[in-house]
């Protein structure tokens, strides 16, 4: 993940300015048709007993919970996987868990920031 979201950045950095959409379900769509072009095994708005987590990706070896903010940060993000305690819904998974959280700015139209963090 963390080798990856350079490349998404800099793939929004090329994006078109007249074709986005500002706001946080453009960035969430681009990304899932994305993962979906590229064969992953992706869920957006995946819904649990508090909420709809934004985006799910499940490798053979791990899970990864992503909440998605615009104009915000990613400790909104991180803050709001443990609040709704989205990681309970793959208590029963032995894949490796992973929290990502992305931001995406609006003056930039493009990633902010992210932060991912493995679960021990």
Not at 101 to 118: C, H, L, M, P, T
Request: aromatic residues 12%; glycine residues 2%; hydrophobic residues 40%.
């Amino acid at each position: 993940m963390e080798a990856f979201l350079p490349h998404l950045q800099t793939f929004y950095k090329k994006f078109p300015y007249t074709l986005v959409n500002n706001n946080e379900r453009h960035y969430q769509a681009v990304l899932y048709t994305i993962l979906l072009i590229l064969g992953c095994d992706v869920t957006p708005e995946m819904p649990t007993s508090d909420g709809r987590i934004d985006m799910v990706l499940k490798t053979k070896r791990s899970i990864y919970v992503m909440e998605l903010k615009y104009k915000k940060d990613t400790e909104v993000a991180m803050e709001q996987i443990d609040c709704k305690d989205y990681l309970a819904a793959f208590a029963d998974d032995s894949r490796k868990k992973y929290k990502v959280g992305i931001n995406f700015s609006e003056d930039r139209r493009s990633i902010d920031d992210w932060k991912v963090e493995a679960l021990a």
